[in-house]
């Protein structure tokens, strides 16, 4: 099993930037797709982005193309979520996810897909 931290949350204006990271420990010798989900007050958390075990496919909502951005660095067992141009309503705690994938090009955006989770990191945007 996998662990997840992350971190980089924080409160913003409106039109400015953050980057947040995830940090994988324990199983990071297997294969595993990642993703970022957010859940805001009083709505389902729903998915951001997804990159997959090689890196090289990634998918974003279409509720932050353009804005945001997913990267990973295997060597550091990170996965990073760069949010450029944000809106109050990208307001939400922003969790990691993780899952064990078997071709390197694969990525996943239905949470039950995912059976690792981090504990979230806030972020707050205010206009």
């Known amino acids: 099993q996998v662990q997840l931290v992350e971190s980089g949350g924080g409160l913003v204006q409106a039109g400015g930037s953050l980057r947040l990271s995830c940090a994988a420990s324990g199983r990071t010798d297997s294969t595993y797709a990642m993703g970022w989900f957010r859940q805001a007050p009083g709505k389902e958390r729903e998915f951001v982005a997804a990159?997959?075990?090689?890196?090289?496919?990634?998918h974003v909502a279409a509720s932050v193309k353009g804005r945001f951005t997913i990267s990973r660095d295997n060597a550091e067992n990170t996965v990073h979520l760069q949010m450029t141009s944000l809106k109050p309503e990208d307001t939400a705690v922003y969790y990691c996810?993780?899952?064990?994938?078997?071709?390197?090009?694969?990525?996943?955006?239905?949470?039950?897909?995912?059976?690792?989770w981090g504990q979230g990191t806030q972020v707050t945007v205010s206009s």
């Open positions: 990159i997959s075990w090689g890196g090289g496919t990634t």
């Open positions: 996810a993780a899952v064990r994938a078997y071709a390197s090009d694969s990525y996943y955006y239905r949470q039950g897909d995912y059976s690792g």
